[in-house]
């Protein structure tokens, strides 16, 4: 007999063993009665005389028997669900709302948790209707304050993981009870708590609600009086609402902001608990994001030229944060001097949430923050020797404000600070100095070229003297240095002056031993910045630095059979890839010539790296197993299976796409060691990102090697049949693998790369691409008539990309055919291609959304049509009149007109680059050609 309390008990023990055979157990009755299995743990949760931890694990497993974090497996699980008896289901619906009324609270949140689960798989296809309307009841009318605490949370629960659109219908009844539950008639506090959350889960789905003044009015009454509670949990919950607020409903908040919202706000962030300061701060954290967003998006409407009202589409632009700035700005300076001085680095604190909501503050605006008192506080507290906290605040402050202002507002105070920038380099407290790294950093990144260049020598110095201090100060050098990389480029300046010293401190962080703070990391990426931007008359030193690099990373290779246990081979990973992080900027720096004086090493190198991943994939047994059937496994960390070892395969993938790039034909002696490499990687999209590095090489790869006969052989011969020499055909193999790709890969964002390396490879192959045409035109055709829906906001950028991937392949094919002497009758050979070509520009060309990257893009390909026509017109005529004539016709459409008119009418106002403009004259041109009588 089952005896299911005992198993769920040992669940929680410290006994391994005990755990193990527990879960072993439960997935044994789970498999072989699932409908008894959940009935019993139904019964287990609602049952009062268990254990407490019983209970409890009951409910996570019946939690588990719907929850997984792949969504097929997901959906699997739902359908076994769906599929139960509906006695059965009825019975474990019935009990786990019956263990809610558990006075027991951490019991309770289980049973919600079960209840919100069931629902949000059942709701959608309209099933168990009245758990809503039993849970509101239990709200109004609950006898015992733990019963309504638990109603609420479980509403709470059904509203974040149910579908807006699903409870939109509920929308008024739900509001009802959690406002309700959230006023301050309320019995106990956690009741509030535990109604504010709810409403928090709500407030995406109640926006006809907000549109009603009336209502409103109330909701945001009870949410700013749950403020003045003296209680932080609920005063926590309430700013939490009132940050969600502001982001779903911004454009509502004039008055409430006004009236209320900012002396409320100011009031949390001056509170003594530390949760609350940090919520408060976290609410004017969201209405600069917000302001950011909707002022970018005011910019754009007025350069669009779409009026200046909001019936002319401007978006609603209240500048809240301009309301009063150095009210705001002083207060989160205040706050900054309340730092831990024994918290992490990762912790967050008052302080560090202040410092951020500063920054946030200074991008919107601007050099209203050095006003009022901003200025003054950093001026006055940099200096003070008594307090290391005022230092440590001030320095905070003035790294924060860099980012908004014009920088010529920032100059005195930026001239002022960076002398004693330089001394509190070398202050006695560590996170002064920490903090003071930090800001240099960010002077370096945002000021250090408006800066008198006779300051660089300094800062230089200081930060190569500081990479011997402890590891979170070297981290934040490593990036100051390499902002000055990025920002400072001449052949006599500062970064030149002292590149050897540079690359040299630099290299002694990447020989540390730990990487503590990520200051190995930091240190690699830094000098690979420092390479990829040094001088031309540095190329002897980079030479030298890439030996020493090949030297280390040869070190590793060699001892990697040596090293044991998981931390340690991560850390021999995270160096192999930082140095090829390094490596790959140098190498493209390289002629030629002086790359092929050391590709052979290279590649040995690469491929000993590739052959070491290679054979630990084929030595890993993978432990991971998720509980297709009961899912009650709580302890598995699926963290654990995640292998450091795959970003090095990807790094080495990049560091061979800049020696293809390189070398070009020359890499040919290369191509059959790395080539079944380069094909697992293709063949294995669900690799997302190893899988877009190796279709980037690919299209490296043909543009490198062109019509090779490795590359471009049709049949592959078999290996007794060639005998030593290599097998070639590997564009055939690349094409099937990336239309393989296309069709498997769960990742949406492959697929733009794919396509655009269809462009690559169509420009590379010449008349062999001619094989491929038709199944990569089909393929095109396919992704031009994805359509997404206006509220599919989070598909936008994929669809931009999605496009810019198109019209690369297009471009691509399209000017294979042009360099082809009978490319253009190839192309009406199917009179369906030029259509499909054309339909596509005309959806950009009808698209208010395009961006104008892809206009020129569509504007150079339509030009490049009209070119090939032009340069084919006696071909074209011989083929027949209305050959000449249809293409004419599809010329002549008013949309094409109406493109090319408005890239240049916008390139005159500036709203489109030259570039942009050029395209549109010279495509014009060539349409006027082609349509014109011959």
């Not at 709810?198 to 109330?218: D, K």
């Not at 940050?243 to 002396?263: H, P, S, V």
């Not at 598995?636 to 560091?655: K, P, R, W, Y």
């Amino acid at each position: 007999m089952m005896n299911f309390s005992e198993w769920l008990g040992n669940l929680l023990s410290p006994d391994q063993a005990q755990r193990e055979l527990a879960e072993k157990n439960l997935l044994a009755a789970s498999n072989e009665n699932f409908p008894q299995y959940v009935i019993t743990l139904a019964t287990e949760l609602a049952n009062e005389a268990n254990p407490p931890q019983v209970r409890s694990a009951a409910g996570i497993a019946i939690k588990n028997t719907l929850q997984s974090r792949d969504a097929a497996v997901r959906t699997r699980l739902a359908n076994r669900w769906l599929a139960l008896d509906a006695l059965a289901t009825d019975e474990v619906k019935q009990k786990v709302l019956a263990a809610l009324s558990t006075p027991l609270f951490p019991v309770a949140s289980q049973a919600a948790q079960a209840v919100a689960i069931i629902a949000s798989v059942e709701l959608p296809i309209g099933k168990w209707q009245n758990v809503l309307d039993e849970l509101l009841q239990s709200v109004r009318t609950g006898p015992t304050p733990s019963l309504v605490q638990s109603a609420l949370t479980t509403i709470g629960y059904i509203c974040e993981q149910t579908p807006p659109d699903v409870l939109r219908a509920r929308s008024s009844d739900i509001l009802t009870a959690v406002v309700y539950g959230a006023g301050k008639s309320q019995k106990t506090h956690a009741i509030q708590v535990a109604a504010l959350r709810a409403l928090y889960n709500s407030l995406e789905f109640v926006r006809e609600n907000f549109q009603r003044e009336n209502e409103r009015n109330y909701i945001m009454s009870v949410v700013c009086e749950a403020t003045q509670i003296p209680n932080d949990d609920v005063v926590v919950a309430a700013f939490e609402c009132l940050g969600r607020i502001m982001n779903f409903y911004y454009e509502y908040m004039d008055a409430y902001m006004e009236k209320a919202l900012f002396q409320i706000s100011i009031m949390g962030i001056r509170n003594e608990s530390e949760s609350i300061v940090k919520q408060a701060i976290e609410f004017w954290s969201t209405i600069c994001e917000e302001e950011i967003e909707v002022r970018e998006d005011f910019e754009e409407a007025i350069a669009a030229g779409e009026g200046d009202t909001l019936e002319g589409g401007l978006p609603v632009f209240h500048n809240f944060a301009k309301a009063d700035v150095p009210t705001l700005s002083v207060t989160l300076m205040n706050t900054m001097k309340k730092q831990d001085e024994d918290a992490d680095d990762e912790d967050w604190t008052a302080a560090t949430a202040a410092a951020t909501c500063l920054q946030l503050l200074a991008q919107c605006v601007g050099d209203d923050i050095l006003q009022g008192g901003g200025a003054q506080f950093i001026e006055q507290n940099i200096v003070n020797q008594e307090d290391w906290r005022a230092r440590d605040a001030a320095v905070m402050a003035f790294g924060s404000v860099l980012e908004g202002p014009e920088p010529k507002s920032l100059i005195k105070l930026a001239t002022q600070a960076l002398p004693v920038l330089i001394t509190l380099m070398r202050d006695e407290n560590l996170q002064v100095k920490d903090s003071t790294a930090w800001a240099i950093s960010r002077l370096c990144e945002q000021l250090i070229q408006d800066l008198d260049p006779r300051t660089h020598a300094g800062i230089v110095e200081v930060l190569l003297q500081s990479l011997n201090e402890k590891p979170r100060v070297i981290t934040h050098c490593c990036s100051a240095l390499m902002h000055m990389a990025e920002n400072l480029v001449s052949e006599t300046g500062v970064m030149t002056q002292f590149f050897q010293d540079i690359c040299a401190g630099l290299l002694a962080v990447g020989a540390r031993a730990d990487n503590e703070n990520r200051s190995r990391t930091s240190a690699y990426v830094a000098l690979a910045k420092i390479l990829e931007r040094a001088a031309d008359s540095l190329m002897e030193v980079i030479a030298q630095v890439i030996v020493e690099l090949l030297t280390r990373l040869e070190q590793t290779i060699s001892s990697y059979d040596q090293v044991f246990g998981r931390d340690a081979k991560n850390n021999t990973h995270e160096i192999q890839s930082s140095i090829l992080t390094a490596l790959t900027p140098a190498i493209r720096r390289m002629s030629k010539e002086q790359v092929s004086q050391i590709s052979d090493r290279i590649m040995t190198d690469m491929l000993s790296l590739l052959k070491q991943h290679h054979a630990r994939k084929n030595e890993t047994v993978n432990t991971e197993q998720e509980f297709h059937s009961s899912q009650i496994n709580m302890t598995i960390n699926n963290t654990e299976n995640l292998d450091s070892g795959d970003t090095v395969v990807e790094d080495v993938f990049l560091l061979i796409s800049a020696l293809t790039s390189s070398l070009e034909a020359d890499f040919h002696r290369y191509l059959s060691s790395v080539a079944d490499y380069l094909m697992a990687a293709l063949n294995n999209p669900g690799e997302y990102n190893l899988c877009t590095i190796a279709v980037g090489v690919a299209g490296d790869l043909c543009r490198a090697l062109g019509n090779h006969p490795d590359m471009t052989r049709p049949h592959p011969e078999p290996a007794e049949a060639r005998g030593d020499q290599p097998r070639g055909g590997y564009v055939r193999d690349i094409m099937h693998l990336l239309v393989k790709a296309l069709h498997e890969s769960p990742v949406h964002k492959v697929k733009p790369v794919i396509l655009s390396c269809f462009g690559d490879i169509a420009l590379s192959v010449g008349e062999h691409f001619d094989q491929y045409l038709p199944v990569v035109m089909a393929v095109l055709a396919r992704a031009t008539s994805v359509k997404i829906s206006p509220d599919e906001y989070e598909m936008y950028d994929y669809m931009t990309t999605l496009r810019e991937g198109i019209k690369d392949a297009y471009t691509g094919v399209v000017i294979n055919l042009k360099m082809q002497e009978h490319g253009a009758m190839k192309l009406l050979s199917t009179q369906e291609y030029l259509e499909q070509i054309l339909k596509f520009i005309m959806s950009v060309a009808v698209d208010p959304d395009r961006n104008e990257t892809l206009v020129s893009g569509v504007i150079a390909l339509l030009g490049d049509l009209a070119e090939m026509f032009n340069e084919k017109v006696s071909e074209l005529q011989q083929a027949g009149p209305q050959t000449l004539a249809g293409i004419r016709s599809l010329y002549q459409q008013p949309w094409v007109a109406d493109l090319l008119q408005e890239a240049m009418a916008k390139g005159k106002m500036k709203r489109y680059s030259y570039k942009t403009k050029r395209y549109a004259k010279w495509a014009t041109v060539q349409i006027q050609s082609l349509v014109a009588p011959h």
